[in-house]
């Protein structure tokens, strides 16, 4: 296993390496800022995605460029919400969603995987397996970040589906250190997921 994961990265630039590793390490750090509602979580995942969508236009593989470059946006978007009136807890609870919200969660999953797929056919790529695939994670976890801007529980639901999708098609791609990295946000996740529904739990309790 670890012959495969060095062998893609036998011809790669060691700036690019570099870069990869940097992403890798601020995208755990985000991760792990989100599961403590800490608004760390943006400035260190836009560092992450805005090196992403590079990384990922150089490889060719466009619908991981479009996701991350939305997930920069909404970094910017997240970050402003959280931040607004005050102390986090103060400002922004942790919640569930509600009917509405959950329709635009299916709808924005919808919208991108129709984006990436019309982008893909505008652009004249040739369209593989795993392009479908990325289309749909893509979707997972763009309808994943808006929940997460709104603290909404379910964000972590999703991230935990997109992760384990992501995961094996990081690895077939050759993206060593992405598929790991996914492999420990996917722990870090269903960690968060569990730290959350306690903090729901416990002002259900209260109320």
Request: hydrophobic share 50%; glycine share 8%; proline share 2%.
């Amino acid at each position: 296993m670890i012959d495969f994961f060095l062998e893609s990265y036998k011809n790669v630039p060691q700036w690019h390496i570099a870069l990869e590793f940097l992403v890798f390490v601020c995208g755990i750090l985000s991760v792990w800022f989100a599961k403590k509602e800490n608004i760390w979580v943006y400035p260190t995942g836009l560092i992450a995605t805005v090196i992403s969508v590079y990384l990922l236009y150089i490889a060719g593989y466009i619908g991981d460029m479009i996701i991350n470059g939305y997930f920069s946006v909404m970094s910017i978007y997240g970050w402003y919400v959280w931040a607004k009136g005050g102390t986090v807890e103060d400002n922004l609870p942790i919640t569930r969603t509600n009917f509405n919200e959950k329709i635009i969660g299916v709808i924005l999953f919808f919208v991108t995987v129709f984006v990436v797929f019309g982008i893909y056919k505008y652009f004249d790529y040739e369209i593989k397996n795993d392009n479908y695939v990325d289309m749909i994670s893509s979707g997972i976890f763009f309808s994943g970040m808006w929940y997460m801007a709104r603290k909404k529980i379910e964000n972590w639901t999703l991230w935990i589906i997109g992760d384990i999708i992501v995961v094996p098609l990081y690895a077939y791609r050759g993206l060593g250190m992405l598929s790991l990295q996914y492999l420990i946000f996917t722990i870090l996740a269903i960690s968060a997921y569990l730290e959350w529904r306690k903090i729901l739990d416990s002002k259900k309790q209260l109320s």
